[in-house]
């Protein structure tokens, strides 16, 4: 079986969009996929919608990305996991990549090239140096895939951190890819679309503009005070 974990946060609008195209893609796999929905503090009946669609529904009230990630990953059965966000649309084929790759043997796992549901000089100049950076740093992100076995070996995410937590996770899967002999793969045949309501809330320029937050965003990173992370990730929804 292959697991879809997904982190849902009041995601009652884009939720069933996201599983629709993971039901997509789970057609053109051979084997059983099953999807789990983490219901992190949602008061907008996200959880009855994901039971509606068919996946499993667990709990988590951690104000912590990469605890609601471990939440989902320990309540699912499969040999292969895909992590996903609920406002995200992966591709058709996204799957049946993922399984291969896997199962050839030759890949310890990874994330996936990303495309936004839109455009402008603001978001255009945002991803660039977002993928400058996953570049420099020899990973991806998006959505993650992996086997069980390497997840369990890395530890799974970081949750002494607030954010970066999936940078941090790459760069482990990546080393741990490296000392058996398997490469960290970015899955570019089949692009997540990744959803722009951050740039549709705070503006297209906005991630410019925290270079004058960097106090609040090391100390978020830091975990001396979440007030920042909060704000951006955790309460986004509300």
């Known amino acids: 079986m292959l697991s879809v974990v997904v982190p849902a946060h009041n995601e009652a609008v884009l939720l069933p969009r996201g599983l ?20 992190n503090r949602s008061t907008d009946g996200t959880a009855d919608l994901a039971r509606e ?11 912590n990305i990469a605890a609601v990630r471990n939440t989902g990953v320990a309540a699912s059965s499969g040999r292969l996991l895909v992590t996903v966000d609920a406002d995200s649309v992966m591709a058709p084929t996204a799957l049946a990549e993922v399984t291969r790759l896997l199962d050839g043997g030759r890949s310890v796992g990874g994330g996936t090239r990303f ?12 991803l660039a140096l977002v993928r400058a950076t996953t570049l420099v740093a020899r990973v991806s992100g998006a959505m993650f895939w992996c086997s069980r076995t390497d ?13 970066a937590e999936d940078v941090e996770f790459a ?25 722009t309501r951050k740039f549709d809330r705070f503006g297209d320029w906005h991630m ?12 978020a990173y830091k975990g001396t005070d979440p007030a920042w ?9 509300d």
Request: charged share 25%; proline share 3%; glycine share 6%.
């Open 208 to 219: 410019f503009r925290m270079a004058l937050q960097l106090r609040e965003i090391r100390a």
């Open 171 to 195: 760069r482990r899967l990546r080393a741990h890819g490296r000392q058996t002999g398997r490469r960290f793969t970015t899955l570019r045949s089949a692009p997540l679309t990744i959803s």
């Open 20 to 39: 629709r195209a993971v039901a997509d893609a789970a057609a053109l796999v051979d084997e059983p996929v099953e999807v789990v929905v983490v219901d």
């Open 115 to 126: 495309v936004p549901e839109r455009t402008s000089a603001g978001i255009n100049a945002t």
């Open 229 to 237: 992370v909060d704000r951006y990730f955790f309460d986004f929804n």
């Open 151 to 163: 997840f369990d070996a890395i530890g799974g995410f970081d949750e002494h951190l607030l954010l």
């Open 53 to 63: 669609a068919g996946a499993l529904v667990v709990s988590s009230d951690a104000r």
